[in-house]
Protein backbone atom coordinates (compact mmCIF):
# COMPACT_ATOMS: atom_id res chain seq x y z
CA UNK A 1 0.00 0.00 0.00
CA UNK A 2 1.44 3.48 -0.53
CA UNK A 3 2.26 5.69 2.25
CA UNK A 4 0.12 8.46 0.75
CA UNK A 5 -1.17 10.00 -2.77
CA UNK A 6 -0.02 13.53 -3.84
CA UNK A 7 -2.51 15.68 -6.29
CA UNK A 8 -0.17 18.21 -8.33
CA UNK A 9 -1.27 20.45 -11.17
CA UNK A 10 1.12 21.44 -13.67
CA UNK A 11 1.38 24.40 -16.52
CA UNK A 12 2.83 24.15 -19.16
CA UNK A 13 6.30 24.99 -19.52
CA UNK A 14 5.83 27.45 -22.39
CA UNK A 15 2.96 28.49 -21.05
CA UNK A 16 1.59 32.10 -22.86
CA UNK A 17 -1.31 34.68 -22.08
CA UNK A 18 -2.61 34.29 -25.56
CA UNK A 19 -3.02 30.70 -24.97
CA UNK A 20 -2.30 27.91 -27.84
CA UNK A 21 -3.35 28.08 -31.07
CA UNK A 22 -1.65 27.08 -34.76
CA UNK A 23 -3.34 30.39 -36.59
CA UNK A 24 -1.28 32.33 -33.50
CA UNK A 25 1.85 30.69 -33.90
CA UNK A 26 2.01 28.68 -30.58
CA UNK A 27 1.32 24.73 -31.85
CA UNK A 28 3.09 23.13 -29.51
CA UNK A 29 2.65 22.55 -25.59
CA UNK A 30 4.90 21.05 -23.36
CA UNK A 31 4.52 20.02 -20.21
CA UNK A 32 7.11 17.98 -17.47
CA UNK A 33 6.86 15.99 -14.54
CA UNK A 34 10.15 16.10 -12.29
CA UNK A 35 12.06 13.83 -11.35
CA UNK A 36 11.47 11.83 -7.74
CA UNK A 37 10.82 8.83 -5.70
CA UNK A 38 7.11 8.49 -6.71
CA UNK A 39 5.01 6.14 -9.13
CA UNK A 40 3.10 8.75 -11.39
CA UNK A 41 -0.84 7.18 -10.75
CA UNK A 42 -1.44 7.27 -14.82
CA UNK A 43 -5.22 6.28 -14.41
CA UNK A 44 -6.05 9.76 -12.37
CA UNK A 45 -4.29 11.40 -15.23
CA UNK A 46 -5.83 14.28 -16.74
CA UNK A 47 -5.35 17.88 -18.98
CA UNK A 48 -7.73 20.81 -17.90
CA UNK A 49 -8.50 23.73 -19.67
CA UNK A 50 -10.32 26.40 -21.54
CA UNK A 51 -11.62 25.91 -25.23
CA UNK A 52 -12.89 28.89 -27.09
CA UNK A 53 -13.07 30.21 -30.95
CA UNK A 54 -13.01 33.02 -33.15
CA UNK A 55 -14.11 34.26 -35.90
CA UNK A 56 -10.65 36.54 -36.56
CA UNK A 57 -7.49 37.64 -35.15
CA UNK A 58 -8.23 40.03 -31.96
CA UNK A 59 -9.75 38.43 -29.11
CA UNK A 60 -13.08 41.12 -29.09
CA UNK A 61 -14.10 38.32 -32.26
CA UNK A 62 -14.90 35.90 -29.90
CA UNK A 63 -18.42 34.04 -30.74
CA UNK A 64 -20.06 35.56 -27.93
CA UNK A 65 -23.57 34.67 -26.79
CA UNK A 66 -25.09 39.02 -27.57
CA UNK A 67 -23.60 38.29 -31.66
CA UNK A 68 -25.43 34.80 -31.79
CA UNK A 69 -28.68 35.09 -33.41
CA UNK A 70 -29.44 31.73 -31.71
CA UNK A 71 -33.20 31.81 -33.53
CA UNK A 72 -31.51 31.16 -36.66
CA UNK A 73 -29.88 28.03 -35.42
CA UNK A 74 -31.63 25.13 -36.39
CA UNK A 75 -30.73 21.29 -37.82
CA UNK A 76 -30.11 22.32 -41.36
CA UNK A 77 -28.55 25.64 -41.54
CA UNK A 78 -27.69 27.44 -45.27
CA UNK A 79 -26.52 30.23 -46.12
CA UNK A 80 -29.58 32.68 -45.49
CA UNK A 81 -29.50 31.72 -41.77
CA UNK A 82 -25.85 30.92 -41.32
CA UNK A 83 -24.31 31.93 -37.77
CA UNK A 84 -20.85 32.11 -36.74
CA UNK A 85 -21.58 29.32 -34.13
CA UNK A 86 -23.57 27.45 -36.17
CA UNK A 87 -20.85 27.77 -39.26
CA UNK A 88 -18.30 25.50 -37.66
CA UNK A 89 -17.91 22.42 -36.28
CA UNK A 90 -15.41 19.75 -34.15
CA UNK A 91 -15.50 16.08 -34.51
CA UNK A 92 -18.49 14.21 -32.74
CA UNK A 93 -16.50 11.87 -31.92
CA UNK A 94 -13.61 12.63 -30.15
CA UNK A 95 -14.42 16.68 -29.71
CA UNK A 96 -10.99 18.69 -27.84
CA UNK A 97 -8.81 15.48 -28.09
CA UNK A 98 -8.94 15.75 -31.80
CA UNK A 99 -7.21 18.91 -31.91
CA UNK A 100 -4.08 17.01 -31.18
CA UNK A 101 -2.34 15.49 -33.68
CA UNK A 102 1.04 14.27 -32.36
CA UNK A 103 1.92 13.00 -28.46
CA UNK A 104 5.53 12.61 -27.44
CA UNK A 105 7.20 11.30 -24.09
CA UNK A 106 10.71 11.18 -23.10
CA UNK A 107 12.63 11.18 -20.38
CA UNK A 108 14.18 14.13 -18.25
CA UNK A 109 16.91 11.93 -17.45
CA UNK A 110 18.21 10.72 -21.12
CA UNK A 111 15.83 13.27 -23.52
CA UNK A 112 15.22 9.88 -24.94
CA UNK A 113 11.62 9.25 -26.83
CA UNK A 114 9.96 6.97 -24.90
CA UNK A 115 6.37 7.02 -26.66
CA UNK A 116 5.43 9.16 -30.28
CA UNK A 117 1.63 8.64 -31.38
CA UNK A 118 1.11 10.04 -34.59
CA UNK A 119 -2.31 10.85 -36.64
CA UNK A 120 -3.78 10.76 -32.62
CA UNK A 121 -6.67 12.46 -33.27
CA UNK A 122 -7.55 10.03 -36.38
CA UNK A 123 -7.16 6.53 -34.21
CA UNK A 124 -8.83 8.35 -31.30
CA UNK A 125 -12.00 9.55 -33.22
CA UNK A 126 -12.16 5.89 -34.48
CA UNK A 127 -12.25 4.19 -30.71
CA UNK A 128 -14.34 6.98 -29.41
CA UNK A 129 -17.61 5.87 -31.42
CA UNK A 130 -16.80 2.57 -29.34
CA UNK A 131 -17.43 4.21 -26.15
CA UNK A 132 -21.36 3.59 -26.10
CA UNK A 133 -24.80 4.60 -27.36
CA UNK A 134 -25.77 7.83 -27.84
CA UNK A 135 -27.26 8.96 -24.50
CA UNK A 136 -23.85 8.20 -22.95
CA UNK A 137 -22.25 11.01 -25.39
CA UNK A 138 -24.59 13.42 -23.06
CA UNK A 139 -24.36 12.58 -19.92
CA UNK A 140 -21.33 10.65 -19.17
CA UNK A 141 -17.30 11.43 -19.58
CA UNK A 142 -17.04 12.20 -23.36
CA UNK A 143 -19.21 15.06 -22.67
CA UNK A 144 -15.63 16.56 -20.49
CA UNK A 145 -14.55 16.71 -23.78
CA UNK A 146 -17.04 17.75 -26.64
CA UNK A 147 -17.65 14.39 -27.61
CA UNK A 148 -21.17 14.70 -27.89
CA UNK A 149 -21.57 12.06 -30.81
CA UNK A 150 -24.90 11.69 -32.60
CA UNK A 151 -26.06 14.42 -30.18
CA UNK A 152 -23.47 16.73 -31.97
CA UNK A 153 -25.45 17.43 -34.92
CA UNK A 154 -28.55 19.88 -32.61
CA UNK A 155 -25.64 20.45 -29.34
CA UNK A 156 -22.30 21.00 -30.04
CA UNK A 157 -22.85 24.70 -31.16
CA UNK A 158 -23.30 25.36 -27.92
CA UNK A 159 -19.70 24.88 -27.08
CA UNK A 160 -18.44 27.37 -29.67
CA UNK A 161 -19.86 30.15 -27.52
CA UNK A 162 -17.89 32.28 -24.86
CA UNK A 163 -18.42 34.45 -22.51
CA UNK A 164 -17.15 37.92 -23.75
CA UNK A 165 -18.14 40.24 -21.08
CA UNK A 166 -15.56 43.08 -19.72
CA UNK A 167 -16.55 41.33 -16.22
CA UNK A 168 -14.74 38.63 -17.07
CA UNK A 169 -10.92 38.00 -17.53
CA UNK A 170 -9.64 36.28 -21.21
CA UNK A 171 -8.17 33.30 -18.95
CA UNK A 172 -11.70 33.04 -17.84
CA UNK A 173 -13.51 32.90 -20.98
CA UNK A 174 -14.30 29.80 -22.78
CA UNK A 175 -15.53 26.29 -22.14
CA UNK A 176 -13.82 24.10 -19.85
CA UNK A 177 -12.57 20.67 -20.68
CA UNK A 178 -10.80 17.47 -18.89
CA UNK A 179 -9.62 14.56 -20.89
CA UNK A 180 -7.29 11.41 -20.52
CA UNK A 181 -4.06 11.86 -22.58
CA UNK A 182 -5.07 7.92 -24.56
CA UNK A 183 -1.16 7.40 -25.25
CA UNK A 184 0.12 3.66 -24.79
CA UNK A 185 2.23 4.80 -21.84
CA UNK A 186 -0.19 6.97 -19.68
CA UNK A 187 -2.75 3.60 -19.87
CA UNK A 188 -3.44 3.06 -16.13
CA UNK A 189 0.15 2.04 -15.12
CA UNK A 190 1.94 3.01 -12.87
CA UNK A 191 5.40 4.62 -13.29
CA UNK A 192 8.17 5.01 -11.72
CA UNK A 193 9.74 8.52 -12.05
CA UNK A 194 12.79 8.20 -9.79
CA UNK A 195 16.11 8.62 -10.98
CA UNK A 196 16.94 5.18 -11.30
CA UNK A 197 14.00 4.40 -13.92
CA UNK A 198 12.28 7.00 -15.74
CA UNK A 199 14.04 10.40 -14.39
CA UNK A 200 10.90 12.46 -14.86
CA UNK A 201 9.02 12.82 -18.18
CA UNK A 202 8.72 15.52 -20.39
CA UNK A 203 5.30 15.29 -22.63
CA UNK A 204 4.97 17.13 -25.99
CA UNK A 205 1.83 17.77 -27.69
CA UNK A 206 1.39 19.13 -31.21
CA UNK A 207 -1.71 20.34 -32.37
CA UNK A 208 -3.56 20.26 -35.79
CA UNK A 209 -3.99 23.00 -38.08
CA UNK A 210 -7.33 24.85 -37.84
CA UNK A 211 -8.19 23.01 -41.90
CA UNK A 212 -7.97 19.57 -39.54
CA UNK A 213 -10.05 20.23 -36.73
CA UNK A 214 -12.63 22.48 -37.69
CA UNK A 215 -14.95 21.18 -40.18
CA UNK A 216 -18.01 23.22 -41.86
CA UNK A 217 -21.56 22.50 -40.86
CA UNK A 218 -22.40 21.71 -44.41
CA UNK A 219 -20.63 19.25 -46.30
CA UNK A 220 -18.77 20.86 -48.80
CA UNK A 221 -17.99 17.94 -51.00
CA UNK A 222 -19.71 19.13 -53.89
CA UNK A 223 -20.52 23.05 -53.13
CA UNK A 224 -18.97 25.04 -50.43
CA UNK A 225 -20.90 26.44 -47.29
CA UNK A 226 -22.65 29.88 -47.58
CA UNK A 227 -20.44 31.36 -44.68
CA UNK A 228 -16.88 30.38 -45.06
CA UNK A 229 -14.78 30.08 -41.86
CA UNK A 230 -11.14 29.86 -43.31
CA UNK A 231 -10.88 32.91 -40.76
CA UNK A 232 -11.74 30.91 -37.38
CA UNK A 233 -8.92 29.54 -35.12
CA UNK A 234 -9.23 27.54 -31.71
CA UNK A 235 -7.76 28.40 -28.69
CA UNK A 236 -6.88 26.44 -25.48
CA UNK A 237 -5.83 28.29 -22.57
CA UNK A 238 -5.43 27.88 -18.41
CA UNK A 239 -4.28 24.60 -19.44
CA UNK A 240 -2.82 22.38 -16.55
CA UNK A 241 -1.76 18.87 -16.46
CA UNK A 242 -3.42 17.06 -13.00
CA UNK A 243 -3.08 13.97 -11.38
CA UNK A 244 -1.60 12.31 -8.19
CA UNK A 245 1.53 10.45 -7.25
CA UNK A 246 1.72 7.77 -5.09
CA UNK A 247 4.50 7.70 -2.13
CA UNK A 248 5.81 3.87 -2.20
CA UNK A 249 6.52 2.19 0.88
CA UNK A 250 8.83 -1.00 0.86
CA UNK A 251 6.72 -3.66 -0.21
CA UNK A 252 5.61 -1.58 -3.85
CA UNK A 253 9.28 -1.06 -4.59
CA UNK A 254 9.89 -4.61 -3.97
CA UNK A 255 6.52 -5.77 -6.21
CA UNK A 256 7.37 -2.92 -8.76
CA UNK A 257 7.80 -4.49 -12.49
CA UNK A 258 10.27 -2.12 -14.30
CA UNK A 259 9.05 -4.01 -17.62
CA UNK A 260 5.40 -2.57 -19.01
CA UNK A 261 3.39 -3.96 -21.64
CA UNK A 262 1.50 -1.56 -23.56
CA UNK A 263 -1.20 -1.40 -26.29
CA UNK A 264 0.38 0.77 -28.79
CA UNK A 265 -0.72 1.37 -32.85
CA UNK A 266 1.38 2.04 -35.85
CA UNK A 267 0.68 4.27 -38.98
CA UNK A 268 1.27 3.88 -42.06
CA UNK A 269 -0.28 5.71 -45.32
CA UNK A 270 -1.45 4.13 -48.31
CA UNK A 271 -2.80 5.55 -51.59
CA UNK A 272 -5.84 3.96 -53.67
CA UNK A 273 -6.57 4.85 -57.23
CA UNK A 274 -8.32 2.20 -59.18
CA UNK A 275 -10.68 -0.08 -58.43
CA UNK A 276 -9.11 -3.13 -57.92
CA UNK A 277 -5.68 -2.35 -55.97
CA UNK A 278 -3.30 -4.26 -53.25
CA UNK A 279 -1.49 -2.64 -50.62
CA UNK A 280 1.25 -4.50 -49.13
CA UNK A 281 3.36 -3.61 -45.69
CA UNK A 282 5.61 -4.94 -43.70
CA UNK A 283 5.14 -3.45 -40.09
CA UNK A 284 8.39 -5.10 -38.55
CA UNK A 285 6.59 -5.35 -35.30
CA UNK A 286 6.62 -9.03 -33.40
CA UNK A 287 3.16 -9.53 -31.42
CA UNK A 288 0.88 -7.41 -33.93
CA UNK A 289 -2.84 -7.66 -32.65
CA UNK A 290 -5.08 -6.58 -35.70
CA UNK A 291 -4.70 -4.64 -38.64
CA UNK A 292 -7.32 -1.38 -38.92
CA UNK A 293 -7.67 0.14 -42.24
CA UNK A 294 -9.80 3.82 -42.77
CA UNK A 295 -10.21 5.31 -46.16
CA UNK A 296 -10.58 9.31 -46.71
CA UNK A 297 -11.12 10.76 -49.76
CA UNK A 298 -8.26 12.58 -51.41
CA UNK A 299 -9.30 15.84 -50.67
CA UNK A 300 -10.69 14.99 -47.35
CA UNK A 301 -7.77 15.74 -45.48
CA UNK A 302 -7.14 19.51 -43.88
CA UNK A 303 -10.27 20.96 -46.15
CA UNK A 304 -12.58 22.97 -44.09
CA UNK A 305 -15.53 22.00 -46.58
CA UNK A 306 -15.53 18.53 -45.46
CA UNK A 307 -14.64 16.52 -41.99
CA UNK A 308 -11.83 14.38 -42.01
CA UNK A 309 -13.31 12.42 -39.40
CA UNK A 310 -16.05 10.11 -41.08
CA UNK A 311 -14.97 7.16 -42.05
CA UNK A 312 -17.07 5.61 -44.43
CA UNK A 313 -16.38 2.20 -46.77
CA UNK A 314 -14.69 2.99 -50.11
CA UNK A 315 -17.41 3.56 -52.84
CA UNK A 316 -18.85 0.04 -54.10
CA UNK A 317 -16.81 -2.45 -52.29
CA UNK A 318 -17.07 -5.62 -53.93
CA UNK A 319 -14.89 -7.81 -52.48
CA UNK A 320 -12.11 -7.56 -49.72
CA UNK A 321 -8.91 -10.50 -49.31
CA UNK A 322 -6.29 -10.06 -46.63
CA UNK A 323 -3.59 -11.99 -46.51
CA UNK A 324 -0.05 -12.57 -44.55
CA UNK A 325 2.76 -13.76 -47.04
CA UNK A 326 0.27 -13.99 -49.81
CA UNK A 327 -2.42 -16.45 -47.96
CA UNK A 328 -5.34 -15.73 -47.02
CA UNK A 329 -5.20 -15.55 -43.23
CA UNK A 330 -7.21 -15.70 -40.93
CA UNK A 331 -9.98 -15.85 -42.75
CA UNK A 332 -9.80 -18.20 -45.91
CA UNK A 333 -12.53 -16.77 -48.20
CA UNK A 334 -12.65 -13.65 -49.70
CA UNK A 335 -15.73 -11.10 -47.93
CA UNK A 336 -18.01 -9.84 -50.54
CA UNK A 337 -20.77 -7.45 -50.69
CA UNK A 338 -23.81 -8.51 -52.86
CA UNK A 339 -25.61 -6.71 -54.48
CA UNK A 340 -23.22 -3.70 -55.43
CA UNK A 341 -23.15 -1.39 -58.33
CA UNK A 342 -22.08 -4.08 -60.57
CA UNK A 343 -24.32 -6.51 -59.75
CA UNK A 344 -27.30 -7.25 -62.83
CA UNK A 345 -29.93 -4.73 -62.77
CA UNK A 346 -28.48 -2.51 -59.98
CA UNK A 347 -30.15 0.42 -58.58
CA UNK A 348 -28.44 3.60 -58.38
CA UNK A 349 -27.78 4.24 -54.71
CA UNK A 350 -29.71 7.52 -54.72
CA UNK A 351 -32.94 5.40 -55.45
CA UNK A 352 -32.96 3.64 -52.01
CA UNK A 353 -35.31 4.53 -49.20
CA UNK A 354 -32.26 3.72 -47.14
CA UNK A 355 -28.90 4.24 -48.92
CA UNK A 356 -26.59 2.18 -46.81
CA UNK A 357 -28.16 -0.93 -48.00
CA UNK A 358 -26.97 -0.23 -51.41
CA UNK A 359 -23.62 -1.74 -50.70
CA UNK A 360 -24.91 -4.55 -47.57
CA UNK A 361 -21.12 -5.43 -45.71
CA UNK A 362 -22.17 -6.96 -42.78
CA UNK A 363 -19.21 -9.32 -42.95
CA UNK A 364 -16.75 -6.46 -43.13
CA UNK A 365 -18.38 -4.75 -40.02
CA UNK A 366 -18.18 -7.81 -37.64
CA UNK A 367 -14.41 -8.00 -38.60
CA UNK A 368 -14.05 -4.54 -38.50
CA UNK A 369 -15.10 -4.57 -35.19
CA UNK A 370 -13.15 -7.59 -33.97
CA UNK A 371 -10.04 -6.10 -34.96
CA UNK A 372 -10.62 -2.69 -33.01
CA UNK A 373 -11.47 -4.63 -29.73
CA UNK A 374 -9.45 -7.54 -29.53
CA UNK A 375 -11.13 -10.02 -31.03
CA UNK A 376 -14.54 -9.18 -29.02
CA UNK A 377 -17.86 -6.88 -30.28
CA UNK A 378 -18.74 -3.89 -28.21
CA UNK A 379 -20.95 -4.10 -25.32
CA UNK A 380 -22.20 -0.49 -26.41
CA UNK A 381 -21.49 1.10 -29.46
CA UNK A 382 -22.67 4.19 -31.51
CA UNK A 383 -21.18 2.83 -34.48
CA UNK A 384 -23.93 0.78 -35.78
CA UNK A 385 -26.14 0.89 -38.93
CA UNK A 386 -28.11 3.95 -37.82
CA UNK A 387 -25.35 5.77 -37.80
CA UNK A 388 -24.37 4.96 -41.36
CA UNK A 389 -27.67 5.42 -42.39
CA UNK A 390 -27.24 8.96 -41.21
CA UNK A 391 -24.11 9.61 -42.41
CA UNK A 392 -24.73 7.87 -46.04
CA UNK A 393 -27.86 10.20 -46.20
CA UNK A 394 -25.80 13.34 -45.56
CA UNK A 395 -23.51 12.31 -48.48
CA UNK A 396 -26.78 11.63 -50.52
CA UNK A 397 -27.56 15.87 -49.42
CA UNK A 398 -24.02 16.85 -50.13
CA UNK A 399 -24.41 15.60 -53.87
CA UNK A 400 -28.08 16.35 -54.60
CA UNK A 401 -28.82 19.25 -52.96
CA UNK A 402 -25.61 20.56 -50.74
CA UNK A 403 -27.39 23.29 -48.51
CA UNK A 404 -29.15 20.81 -46.45
CA UNK A 405 -26.67 18.59 -45.55
CA UNK A 406 -24.13 18.20 -42.74
CA UNK A 407 -20.80 17.34 -41.65
CA UNK A 408 -21.64 16.40 -38.14
CA UNK A 409 -23.55 12.56 -39.00
CA UNK A 410 -19.95 10.83 -39.47
CA UNK A 411 -19.70 7.14 -40.07
CA UNK A 412 -16.96 4.89 -38.53
CA UNK A 413 -16.31 1.78 -40.32
CA UNK A 414 -13.08 0.76 -42.28
CA UNK A 415 -12.12 -2.86 -42.98
CA UNK A 416 -10.06 -4.80 -40.56
CA UNK A 417 -8.30 -8.19 -39.40
CA UNK A 418 -8.72 -9.68 -35.95
CA UNK A 419 -5.22 -11.87 -35.06
CA UNK A 420 -6.23 -12.39 -31.29
CA UNK A 421 -9.23 -14.60 -31.77
CA UNK A 422 -10.27 -13.32 -28.55
CA UNK A 423 -7.74 -14.93 -26.44
CA UNK A 424 -4.95 -12.81 -26.63
CA UNK A 425 -2.73 -14.47 -29.62
CA UNK A 426 -0.51 -12.39 -31.72
CA UNK A 427 1.25 -12.32 -34.75
CA UNK A 428 4.70 -11.63 -36.21
CA UNK A 429 5.15 -9.79 -38.79
CA UNK A 430 9.33 -9.57 -38.57
CA UNK A 431 10.08 -9.25 -42.27
CA UNK A 432 6.82 -10.92 -43.46
CA UNK A 433 3.95 -8.96 -45.45
CA UNK A 434 0.07 -7.93 -44.48
CA UNK A 435 -1.33 -7.53 -47.71
CA UNK A 436 -5.10 -5.70 -48.18
CA UNK A 437 -6.94 -6.61 -51.87
CA UNK A 438 -10.23 -4.53 -52.12
CA UNK A 439 -12.20 -4.45 -55.26
CA UNK A 440 -14.41 -1.37 -55.59
CA UNK A 441 -15.83 1.38 -57.71
CA UNK A 442 -12.56 4.06 -56.53
CA UNK A 443 -12.49 5.96 -59.51
CA UNK A 444 -14.84 3.87 -61.64
CA UNK A 445 -17.40 6.88 -61.89
CA UNK A 446 -19.94 4.61 -61.99
CA UNK A 447 -23.54 5.73 -62.51
CA UNK A 448 -24.68 3.35 -60.12
CA UNK A 449 -22.67 5.45 -57.17
CA UNK A 450 -22.53 8.72 -55.42
CA UNK A 451 -20.70 11.35 -57.63
CA UNK A 452 -17.85 12.92 -55.88
CA UNK A 453 -17.39 9.62 -54.01
CA UNK A 454 -16.51 6.92 -57.12
CA UNK A 455 -14.72 9.66 -59.20
CA UNK A 456 -11.09 10.26 -56.98
CA UNK A 457 -8.61 8.12 -55.39
CA UNK A 458 -9.27 7.61 -51.66
CA UNK A 459 -6.24 8.05 -48.53
CA UNK A 460 -5.98 4.62 -46.89
CA UNK A 461 -4.70 5.03 -43.58
CA UNK A 462 -3.80 1.80 -41.95
CA UNK A 463 -3.12 1.50 -37.79
CA UNK A 464 -0.99 -1.52 -36.87
CA UNK A 465 -2.46 -2.67 -33.35
CA UNK A 466 0.43 -4.61 -31.62
CA UNK A 467 1.99 -5.10 -28.12
CA UNK A 468 5.13 -3.14 -27.39
CA UNK A 469 7.27 -3.79 -23.85
CA UNK A 470 8.96 -0.70 -22.57
CA UNK A 471 12.15 -1.50 -19.95
CA UNK A 472 11.59 2.06 -17.77
CA UNK A 473 14.95 1.73 -16.10
CA UNK A 474 16.96 1.28 -19.45
CA UNK A 475 14.54 3.05 -21.72
CA UNK A 476 14.28 0.46 -24.53
CA UNK A 477 11.22 -0.38 -26.11
CA UNK A 478 10.44 -3.46 -27.73
CA UNK A 479 7.75 -4.17 -30.81
Same mark, same amino acid.
Given at each position: ??VR?IN????P??ET????S???GF???????P?Q?VL??T?????RG???VQT???A???IS?NT???DN??DNP??A?MT?AT?V??P????I??????L??Q?K????E??S?T?????LSLRE????????FR???P????SLG??AA???RRL??S?????????D?????S?K?D?D????KL????????????ITIYL???S????????G????QG??IDAFR??????R????????D????K?Y???I????????L?D??S????TTI??Q????? @??? !?V???Q /?? %????D?S +?Y??V *????V????Q??NSA??P?K???K???N?S????ENV???Y??S???????????????L?????????SA?LQL???A???M?????SAT????? @??? !?????? /?Y %??GI??T +????? *????LL??S????Q?G?????????S?L?Q??????????TQ??IR??
Open positions: MPKFSLPINSAGFPKAPIIKFTIAELEVSLRLRFKGSASTLPTILIDNGNNASIPFGGKCSFDKVISKTQQLSVNYSTYARFGITSDNSLCRSFSNVAQMIDSSNQTQDKKGQEFILVMLQNLHLGVDYLGGLQSPEAFFSTFQNVATATAYILQDLLEGRYQVPATDLTQSTAMDTQLNLQIHSRSATPAQMVK @AMT !SFLL /DQ %TNNLQ +QSF *QPAGREVNSKRYLFPMSVPYTPNATSYFPLANPSTELRLQFERANDGRLPAYTDTEKMRQVLAVLTSTNL @AVD !SVGIGC /D %TMGL +QSFRN *QDYSLDGVNTDNLLADYADQLQIFVRNTSLLDSGTM
